[in-house]
């Protein structure tokens, strides 16, 4: 069974950083496209970078690009997202999740419905 796992959230003040990783079992991340979602309640989640593969060039949404960085450990097995000059707009459930290739495109949003597996989540909050 495959599964991901997320971890690395927490609180940290405007400004601060954080890196948040997910671990996969059962699969590995280097043959799939992988994608990092966040979700605050009351809206949809939206997608906040992707990448196919641990040597493609990664996609990001243009509130996170310049400041957020998804990079790959074959490894581990596992995909980091690191996060810089966080703002509070940043706040959410962050989620990482798995899926067929083309569900990364470099020019297009990303769409989380293209993407199968998930994990449970992991809360980041930005605040003073």
């Known amino acids: 069974q495959s599964q991901l796992l997320e971890s690395g959230g927490g609180l940290v003040q405007p400004g601060g950083s954080l890196r948040l990783s997910c671990a996969a079992s059962g699969l590995v991340l280097d043959f799939v496209a992988v994608g990092w979602f966040r979700q605050v309640p009351g809206k949809e989640r939206e997608g906040v970078s992707c990448?196919?593969?641990?040597?493609?060039?990664?996609h990001y949404e243009d509130s996170v690009k310049g400041r957020f960085e998804i990079s790959g450990d074959s490894a581990k097995n596992t995909m980091d997202l690191q996060m810089n000059g966080l703002k509070p707009e940043d706040t959410g459930v962050y989620f990482c999740?798995?899926?067929?290739?083309?569900?990364?495109?470099?020019?297009?949003?990303?769409?989380?419905?293209?993407?199968?597996?998930w994990g449970l989540g992991t809360q980041v909050t930005v605040s003073s």
């Open positions: 999740a798995a899926g067929p290739r083309p569900a990364c495109a470099l020019d297009q949003t990303i769409d989380a419905a293209q993407f199968i597996l």
């Open positions: 990448v196919r593969n641990f040597r493609d060039d990664a």
